[in-house]
């Protein structure tokens, strides 16, 4: 493969160049405003209004699926050429709902930001690369039991390029309903499944595949998987900065990093506004012969964050605009996977930022417009009031190779769940007859 110069510097020191995925790109695919190829293109939120019981899209940009349980998801899909797979409109319909539940407006990647250790080369590889233009074709055997759907991408045509199918996912639930403590005696057991929405977009050698999986009791998973190949220019990593690879000890693979980042427009109930919380919980130890206690805290954040993960701490965005049946605002609770923070560059110094709502801000790094007073979302973090948030994730890893990695390379995957706090008012997958079990428990059980 010919290595030609399609990453720039953006003022970071010096840069390796890699191999393009494409070539002959447009300029306009790369820089400046990214081309939506569909009718529901990132726009400024609309005034806040009742779900509708399917998206506002065209069927081709339509994805409905009914899971388990009698759990529905809808959503819209548009391609981006620099981000890629963004969703839109996206709402959650289980038993017992007459109507669906909005839960996001928007959400695609922000930025996967690659800096390699020896300080030779840093790459932005949604904004400065293929990433976008470079989606690949998917086989049916990739997709099974599922629809491959066409994306119409600019320099690159028609690609078969976007699965959504659903995948076995193990126990939804296990309840061995004791009777000698007054239970039925019955054994309660499922097996669920998730939605899978993916797509694969090549960056130079790497092969980045971005999934969504969507689950029968309201919770959404986000992952990207790194594979393809190691950079074969990047066997010099020397001095602790690599792993030797193949016989001896003569090439050593560049370690780096993979900082991804994605962007969250939350839109609960169909209102873009809500609130954000934070808790925290201290464990004290015991006096004497007791027990070790727990105070949990909640902290409103009422303005502008950067927030790092600790242990015993989580985020969650609340709806201002629903409640579920027992009268609680719905919301979703932050569960974010492994990460290796990364000190090297401010905007990968924290784990979560909450921003209020600026249309310009739209990539963690390397933004490209020149009035969002910033090129990086902790620029953005400036003390504004937060009633319409928007919220970053960040999900580090370090990447030294090992001897399996070649080839092809194993993927590597790194993400983070939202999962609903009183989106509903009992477990959504609950039988039929345990559905009077809300509340305290009857006779112990």
């Not at 009698?70 to 959503?75: F, H, L, P, S, V």
């Not at 050429?81 to 289980?94: C, H």
């Not at 502008?304 to 600790?310: R, S």
Request: charged share 20%; net charge positive.
């Amino acid at each position: 493969m010919p290595e030609t110069p399609t990453r720039t510097s953006t003022g970071r020191g010096p840069r390796r160049r890699r191999a393009s995925a494409l070539s002959g790109l447009a300029v306009t695919a790369l820089l400046g405003t990214a081309l939506a190829t569909s009718p529901a293109a990132q726009a400024a939120p609309a005034a806040p209004q009742r779900a509708a019981a399917a998206p506002a899209c065209s069927a081709a940009y339509r994805i409905e699926q009914t899971l388990d349980g009698g759990t529905t998801w809808r959503m819209c899909w548009h391609y981006n050429t620099l981000a890629g797979l963004v969703l839109d409109d996206v709402s959650y319909q289980p038993k017992g709902e007459a109507t669906p539940i909005k839960v996001l407006t928007s959400a695609r990647l922000a930025q996967v930001h690659v800096p390699y250790d020896d300080g030779q080369a840093e790459y932005d590889d949604i904004t400065g690369t293929d990433f976008g233009v470079a989606l690949q074709n998917l086989r049916p055997a990739e997709c099974p039991g599922g629809t491959i759907k066409t994306v119409k991408v600019p320099d690159n045509g028609d690609v078969k390029g976007l699965c959504a199918t659903t995948r076995a996912r193990g126990h939804a639930y296990r309840l061995s309903d004791d009777g000698s403590t007054g239970g039925s005696g019955k054994l309660y057991s499922a097996q669920g499944k998730d939605l899978l929405v993916y797509t694969v977009n090549k960056a130079s050698w790497y092969e980045y595949i971005t999934e969504w999986r969507f689950s029968s009791d309201g919770t959404i998973t986000s992952n990207v998987g790194a594979t393809g190949a190691l950079s074969p220019y990047d066997y010099d990593g020397t001095d602790g900065k690599g792993w030797p690879i193949g016989k001896g000890a003569t090439a050593y693979a560049e370690s780096h990093s993979h900082n991804v980042f994605w962007r969250l427009n939350f839109g609960l109930d169909g209102s873009p506004k809500a609130k954000v919380e934070q808790y925290d919980s201290k464990v004290t130890p015991p006096r004497g012969p007791g027990s070790p206690t727990t105070k949990t805290t909640r902290t409103p954040v009422t303005k502008e964050l950067a927030g790092d993960v600790k242990d015993m701490r989580w985020w969650r965005v609340v709806s201002k605009a629903g409640k579920n049946k027992d009268g609680h605002p719905r919301s979703y609770e932050f569960v974010p996977g492994r990460s290796n923070k990364y000190p090297g560059r401010s905007f990968t110094r924290h784990d979560v930022y909450f921003t209020e709502y600026n249309k310009c801000e739209q990539y963690a790094s390397d933004n490209l417009s020149d009035h969002c007073g910033g090129k990086s979302v902790d620029k953005w973090v400036g003390g504004q009031t937060l009633t319409h948030p928007v919220t970053w994730v960040n999900i580090g890893f370090h990447h030294i190779a090992r001897d399996e990695d070649q080839q092809p390379m194993p993927v590597h995957w790194q993400g983070f769940s939202l999962a609903p706090r009183d989106v509903t008012a009992m477990n959504p997958l609950t039988p039929a007859d345990l559905a009077d079990r809300n509340g305290v428990p009857r006779n112990g059980s």
